[in-house]
């Protein structure tokens, strides 16, 4: 049997949703791939959990009880301690600076899971000192879930990518959380700000949703997918339509934006009252390999096209190549939320098993 070490940061949506998976499918894991997977450390941005024996159903109230102030240190001196073998660290935070400790991570032996897309948009020279250091310690690092959550768009760019295959543009709803915000104030008589609140609440938005409304999350995937291709690009390099008001940026607090953002209530009508009758407002992101020019905005589509009538918080990836011609393979679905994503993690950790040795 072979057995993977999980150290998780992050218990919110993606982080306790993932716990619940690897429970409930570790009967099925041990039979079907040998695989045990065991999630020794717990911790969130405050308190580290850890845990004697195998995670159990009652992590939360463990967590609460037995959970105490770290440092990551802490963590690191008691994986070493453990002598765990096939140390994989999950990083299901939205946190810059948790980034920091990627480095660190792989020369101490972790394999890195990532939902978080930080590490993949910081600069170029990070990007490059990543994998080298991953390269150098014969460490993988998998993050399938960056781009349209449990959706495998990452895996089918690289295919491409490694078959030769010319990826000439991908165009799309590249964000599950302004595809359901965008879908419902389109069809439903609500205020904007009711709708945003909506959408956080079921855990689509990132947790400060100001990163979903001012396109830097689709910039960050564009940026991503880019980077798959092999594009050389910055993520300020990537042309953005904001839609936070300027008083409500990041300048200003998350509580202070929470408290006004009815403010953006009127704007958003207006927009829609302008719309023709068989139109509706989309959240449109578009990457162009010839030019170069990753760009995310506002766009009016007919109900009835292929964006235009998506549903729910379905995203939807169109990938033109030169061998598909002028008919696009679409990758559509659930863009957004815990259970989907929690479930590309897991498959990511099952496929960094693999590659591991028993
Ligand atoms: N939700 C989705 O649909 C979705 C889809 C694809 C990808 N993702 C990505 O998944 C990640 C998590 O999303 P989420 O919706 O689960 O967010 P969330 O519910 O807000 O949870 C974030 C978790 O990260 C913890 N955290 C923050 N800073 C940390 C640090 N420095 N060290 C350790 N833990 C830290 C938080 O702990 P505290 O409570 O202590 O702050 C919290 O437990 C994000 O990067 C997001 O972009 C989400
Ligand atoms: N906030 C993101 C989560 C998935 O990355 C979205 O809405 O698409």
Redesign the pocket.
């Known amino acids: 049997m072979k057995k993977i070490h999980i150290v998780l940061?992050?218990?919110?949506?993606?982080?306790s949703s993932l716990i619940q998976q690897i429970l409930t499918a570790g009967e099925h894991l041990k039979e079907q791939e040998g695989l045990e997977l065991k999630i020794p450390v717990i911790?969130?941005?405050?308190t580290a959990f850890f845990q004697k024996h195998n995670q159990k159903p009652s992590w939360e109230t463990d967590f609460k009880v037995f959970g105490f102030p770290y440092q990551l240190q802490d963590v690191l001196d008691y994986v070493r301690e453990q002598e765990y073998e096939n140390l994989v660290a999950v990083d299901?935070?939205?946190?810059e600076?948790?980034v920091d400790n990627y480095l660190t991570l792989v020369k101490e032996g972790f394999h890195i899971v990532a939902?978080?897309?930080v590490a993949n948009t910081r600069s170029s020279a990070f990007y490059e000192e990543l994998r080298k250091t991953l390269r150098k310690n014969n460490k993988f690092f998998l993050y399938e879930?960056?781009v349209g959550?449990g959706l495998p768009v990452i895996e089918t760019l690289r295919n491409f990518h490694r078959s030769h295959e010319e990826v000439t543009r991908i165009r799309g709803v590249f964000s599950?959380s302004l595809s359901y915000i965008f879908n419902t104030f389109c069809e439903e008589e609500r205020a904007f700000s009711e709708v945003l609140s909506e959408a956080s609440e079921k855990?689509?938005t990132?947790?400060d949703p100001r990163v979903d409304l001012s396109g830097k999350d689709v910039g960050r995937k564009l940026l991503i997918l880019g980077r798959e291709l092999g594009l050389k690009k910055e993520l300020h390099e990537v042309v953005i339509q904001d839609l936070v008001p300027r008083h409500l940026n990041g300048s200003s607090s998350l509580e202070n934006f929470q408290k006004k953002k009815k403010d953006l209530d009127l704007d958003f009508l207006q927009l829609k009252n302008q719309l023709k009758q068989d139109e509706v407002i989309r959240h449109v992101g578009e990457l162009d390999m010839k030019t170069g020019k990753l760009e995310v905005k506002l766009s009016r589509e007919k109900k009835t096209s292929a964006l235009g009538s998506l549903q729910h918080a379905d995203s939807s990836f169109e990938i033109f190549t030169k061998s598909y011609g002028e008919q696009p393979v679409v990758i559509k679905g659930a863009g957004?939320?815990?259970a989907v994503?929690a479930r590309g993690v897991l498959t990511d950790l099952i496929k960094l098993a693999e590659k591991l040795p028993s």
Do not use: M, R
């Open positions: 940061f992050g218990t919110g949506n993606v982080g911790a969130n941005s405050t299901a935070t939205a946190s600076e948790f939902a978080n897309k879930t960056n959550a599950g855990g689509f990132e947790p957004a939320g815990a994503t």
